[in-house]
């Protein structure tokens, strides 16, 4: 018997009963359904901040889980509901640019919009798509191979506008692109864009101010209220303060800018 295995990724949060209705639903369906949460503390309607999450999470997700992402402004809206297979795995949710970044790490995906209400849990309401319609599909998916009767194909989605560090004759410009709880700083610069020999000797400047933060190995070889940067866990430049809020103690904001020079040179 099929059992694959959910994940479950929203803006809900915890204290309501939308994450609670979301896995009876899905419970109600496949009883033995194995549901585990990403995350569901994504910042209200921040579809930008979802995809980032999902992607970082992305390689530790079993290869046949079928993937509910619903950060949802649009909901009962004209968007689409997709659902989207690559090899044996699904991801399902609004077609709002929500699987953008995972969507870069993979090929030869199918897509199909969600609209063949058999699979659908009614009356379906108007502003909670997560349970009446992405939630009880995922069930249906892993109970079987539904995905073809989900709806038509769908040739194009909506992806959003990912911005990518660039390099120049004195270093690389990035961005900062999400903060987690810590109030530590992700930026879009990777370490796989950097020579491996410079890697931990690079300055770094933050913002239009050009903060220095300065190269660590990890995050206690920082001094009390020392910004530091470190290659963090999925390979992205991090900005961070021992014990203490990057963002709070230095005012770091998404979209805030960083270069980054190897050492000798100036700006």
């Known amino acids: 018997m099929i059992n694959r295995p959910i994940a479950l990724l929203t803006d809900f949060g915890t204290l309501d009963h939308y994450v609670g209705s979301l896995k009876g639903v899905i419970l109600g369906i496949n009883p033995?359904?194995?549901?585990f949460d990403i995350t569901h503390e994504i910042r209200p309607q921040n579809i930008a901040e979802a995809s980032f999450v999902l992607e970082a999470a992305w390689n530790c997700i079993p290869r046949e889980a079928i993937v509910v992402a619903v950060v949802d402004p649009g909901v009962g809206s004209a968007r689409q509901a997709i659902a989207i297979r690559w090899k044996n795995q699904f991801l399902i949710g609004p077609d709002n640019g929500i699987f953008t970044r995972v969507l870069q790490?993979?090929?030869s995906i199918e897509v199909r919009r969600i609209e063949n209400d058999r699979f659908f849990r009614k009356p379906v309401s108007f502003t909670f798509h997560g349970r009446d319609i992405f939630s009880p599909v995922a069930a249906q998916l892993s109970l079987g191979n539904v995905f073809s009767r989900l709806g038509p194909r769908v040739k194009e989605i909506r992806l959003l506008?990912?911005?990518?560090?660039?390099?120049?004759?004195n270093?690389?410009?990035?961005?900062?692109v999400y903060i987690d709880r810590f109030g530590n700083a992700f930026t879009?610069?990777?370490s796989d864009i950097v020579p491996s020999q410079i890697k931990k000797t690079m300055k770094v400047a933050v913002g239009s101010a050009k903060q220095r933060a300065f190269m660590r190995s990890c995050f206690s070889d920082g001094r009390a209220r020392e910004l530091?940067?470190?290659?963090n866990s999925n390979h992205n430049l991090e900005l961070a303060v021992r014990n203490d809020s990057a963002e709070q103690l230095f005012r770091l904001k998404v979209g805030d800018l960083v270069h980054l020079v190897p050492a000798g040179k100036k700006r």
Not at 163 to 169: C, H, S, V, W, Y
Not at 228 to 231: K, N, Q, R, T
């Open 32 to 35: 033995k359904a194995v549901v």
């Open 105 to 107: 790490h993979v090929k």
């Open 161 to 169: 506008k990912i911005e990518k560090p660039q390099k120049d004759l």
């Open 171 to 176: 270093g690389i410009n990035g961005t900062i």
């Open 188 to 190: 879009n610069i990777r």
């Open 228 to 231: 530091i940067a470190v290659w």
